[in-house]
T-cell receptor
Framework: NAGVTQTPKFQVLKTGQSMTLQCAQD?????MYWYRQDPGMGLRLIYY???????DKGEVPNGYNVSRLNKREFSLRLESAAPSQTSVYFC????????????FGQGTRLTVV | AQKVTQAQTEISVVEKEDVTLDCVYE???????LFWYKQPPSGELVFLIR??????QNEISGRYSWNFQKSTSSFNFTITASQVVDSAVYFC???????????????FGQGTELSVKP
C-alpha cells in the first residue's frame, strides 16, 4: 500500500537549471496538491488539481508549473530554479469530498545553489 | 478568502503540563472542514482529526482533545499531560466545500512547534 509517492527525495540544482518533481498516488483520489514548507512559513499551497483535467494556482505559484498527467500523477516543474525555491516540497492527495483528510508524500528536499 | 492563523509559533512546556494550540480560521463558505496534522522531527505529516462545520461537538481521543467554536472561528487543540513524544510541529488546515469558489483548496496555517522537555 504505497499511498503517495514522491520522487526524488533529495535534489541539488544550480541556479537556472530545470527539473520536475514527480508525484503519484494509488488511492484513486480526485484531488492532488503541491506544497512547499519553509521555516516559519508553514505549508504553503503552490498549485492544486481538484479533479483530473483541472489545475489551479495556490498561494505561491510563481516560478512553477504543474501537469495533472492522469488521475494518479501530478507533477511540479521548476523551469529556471532560483535560490528562493530552496525548500521542502510535499505532494498530497485526497478525495474531492471536503470531509476527508489529505494523505502526504514523504517530501522532497530541494536545494538551489 | 480562505485563511488559517496559528499565532503561536513556538511553545515549550515541561512534561506532564497541559498545552493548548490555537487555530483561527476565515472562510465565507457555510460548509467547510477543519483538520489537525502533526509533523514529528522525522518530517512526515500525520493526520490527527477532522471536523465538519456543522458539527460543533468537542472531541476527546486519549490525551488529545479538540474545541471547535464557530462563533469565534476557532478550532483549538489541547494535549493533556504532555509527553516528550508529543514534540512536533502541529498544523491546522481548512478546506471549503468542493462546490464553493475554488473548491477543493486545502490551506494550512503556519504551524506551531511544540517542544516538551523532560
Amino acid at each position: 500500500n504505497a499511498g503517495v509517492t514522491q520522487t526524488p527525495k533529495f535534489q541539488v540544482l544550480k541556479t537556472g537549471q530545470s527539473m520536475t518533481l514527480q508525484c503519484a498516488q494509488d488511492m484513486n483520489h480526485n484531488s492532488m496538491y503541491w506544497y512547499r514548507q519553509d521555516p516559519g512559513m508553514g505549508l504553503r499551497l503552490i498549485y492544486y488539481s481538484a479533479s483530473e483535467g483541472t489545475t489551479d494556482k495556490g498561494e505561491v505559484p510563481n516560478g512553477y508549473n504543474v501537469s495533472r498527467l492522469n488521475k494518479r500523477e501530478f507533477s511540479l516543474r521548476l523551469e529556471s530554479a532560483a535560490p528562493s525555491q530552496t525548500s521542502v516540497y510535499f505532494c498530497a492527495s485526497k478525495k474531492l469530498q471536503g470531509n476527508t483528510e489529505a494523505f502526504f508524500g514523504q517530501g522532497t528536499r530541494l536545494t538551489v545553489v | 478568502a480562505q485563511k488559517v492563523t496559528q499565532a503561536q509559533t513556538e511553545i515549550s512546556v515541561v512534561e506532564k503540563e497541559d498545552v493548548t494550540l490555537d487555530c483561527v480560521y476565515e472562510t465565507r463558505d457555510t460548509t467547510y472542514y477543519l483538520f489537525w496534522y502533526k509533523q514529528p522531527p522525522s518530517g512526515e505529516l500525520v493526520f490527527l482529526i477532522r471536523r465538519n462545520s456543522f458539527d460543533e461537538q468537542n472531541e476527546i481521543s486519549g490525551r488529545y482533545s479538540w474545541n471547535f467554536q464557530k462563533s469565534t472561528s476557532s478550532f483549538n487543540f489541547t494535549i493533556t499531560a504532555s509527553q516528550v513524544v508529543d514534540s512536533a510541529v502541529y498544523f491546522c488546515a481548512l478546506s471549503e466545500s468542493p462546490s464553493y469558489n475554488q473548491g477543493g483548496k486545502l490551506i494550512f496555517g503556519q504551524g506551531t512547534e511544540l517542544s516538551v522537555k523532560p
